[in-house]
């Protein structure tokens, strides 16, 4: 049953290619997509314009500025009478009382010099693969 649905739709799809003519684009069709295209380009070339301009920061800075010298050199500020607090409960209470000397063994020792050694050697070697990637 497919079979005799298959032959019929390739002969079908036959027919009408045998109909049908080859369309061809028009003879200046390349030149006419190569224009739009050119066009299309330049129109989106836009020229960047920061967000906030330089005139408005350099209003920004001097109103800041003057902000500032006016409260420096106006404002005279009122004398502070602060009591410093008192820390002597510090001196009571120690930490190296309540935990128990800690002494590292040989093994962790050379372990964090060698891995200080394998970072130190790994950086520049990252740094300069990470250069040459940019070059490239």
Partial sequence: ?????????????????????LETPSFQFTDKVLTAINAEQKSVNIPYRPLIPKYIWAAIVVGIIGITGYLWFM?????????????N????????????AFTPS???????????LMLCIQIPMLKQYFNNRETH
């Fill in 89 to 100: 409960f510090m001196d009571s209470f120690s930490l190296s009382n309540n935990i128990p």
């Fill in 106 to 116: 040989k093994i962790t020792a050379y372990a964090i010099l060698f891995f200080a």
């Fill in 1 to 21: 049953m497919k079979e005799q649905q298959s032959k019929e739709l390739d002969q079908l799809i036959a027919k009408v290619m045998q109909k049908s003519t």
């Fill in 75 to 87: 404002i005279k500020p009122a004398p502070l009478n602060l009591s410093i607090p008192s820390f």
